[in-house]
Nanobody, 115 residues
Framework: QVQLVESGGGLVQPGGSLRLSCAAS????????MGWYRQAPGKQRELVAV???????HYVDSVKGRFTISRDNAKNTVYLQMNSLKPEDTAVYYC?????????WGQGTQVTVSS
């Protein structure tokens, strides 16, 4: 059973930075895709950033130039560096790892951007 453990959320002022981490365990297979989603109150969950094995990354337009996804394959860990945070980035952030057609999710970590 794959488990994802997230950390790094919190309260930050507009313009500030946070770094989220997500460590995956329990998979006997190499993890090819690791991503971050977020869900704000009253809104659908949306893809924020994804890292595909080999160095390919994709970002939703609203975070391009501000967020950076990276990973440590030796540790099966994915990071999301979030800079220049805005109030509209406030949401619960979820780590996602799809393996053989099954989506695994972290427990979610709250990010609140407010003065």
């Amino acid at each position: 059973q794959v488990q994802l453990v997230e950390s790094g959320g919190g309260l930050v002022q507009p313009g500030g930075s946070l770094r989220l981490s997500c460590a995956a365990s329990g998979s006997s297979l190499s993890i090819h895709v690791m991503g971050w989603y977020r869900q704000a109150p009253g809104k659908q969950r949306e893809l924020v950033a994804v890292s595909i094995g080999g160095g390919i990354t994709h970002y939703v337009d609203s975070v391009k130039g501000r967020f950076t996804i990276s990973r440590d394959n030796a540790k099966n860990t994915v990071y999301l560096q979030m800079n220049s945070l805005k109030p509209e980035d406030t949401a619960v952030y979820y780590c996602n790892v799809p393996i053989l057609g099954v989506d695994y999710w972290g427990q979610g970590t709250q990010v609140t951007v407010s003065s």
